[in-house]
């Protein structure tokens, strides 16, 4: 299966297919490697992990950290609220404007 995905993508984008020896070889002389890649994530934040904090921190704020969407933050509130009015409701870093439409 990683040989076949490998080769549509080599094919997808233009590039000249990658033997199977070399792609068997790469697999057993990176060993360590390869099966660390294969290893299934283990502190990955799902859905669940998410209702549990909330039950844990109830009222706390959950989100992402500013340009890095896979770091959770955990926020108190009103800090939360605070940040954001004072980001998005100064006249410094945005204008107010009426909409154009009808």
């Known amino acids: 299966m990683m040989i076949r995905a490998l080769n549509q993508w080599t094919r997808t984008n233009g590039l000249p297919s990658i033997i ?3 792609i068997l070889g790469l697999m057993t ?3 360590p490697i390869w099966s660390q890649h294969c ?3 283990t502190n ?3 859905k669940s ?4 904090l909330h039950t844990s ?9 500013d340009k890095q969407a896979s770091s ?9 609220y605070q940040s954001l009015e004072t ?3 100064d006249d410094k870093v945005f204008e107010c404007f009426e909409s154009l439409g009808s």
């Open 44 to 46: 990955h934040i799902t």
């Open 57 to 65: 921190f109830d009222g706390a704020v959950f989100h992402c950290e």
């Open 72 to 80: 959770l933050q955990i926020f108190c509130p009103c800090l939360y």
């Open 29 to 31: 002389h990176h060993t």
């Open 20 to 22: 199977k020896q070399d």
């Open 39 to 41: 290893k299934p994530l």
């Open 87 to 89: 980001t998005f409701l």
């Open 49 to 52: 992990t998410i209702t549990a």
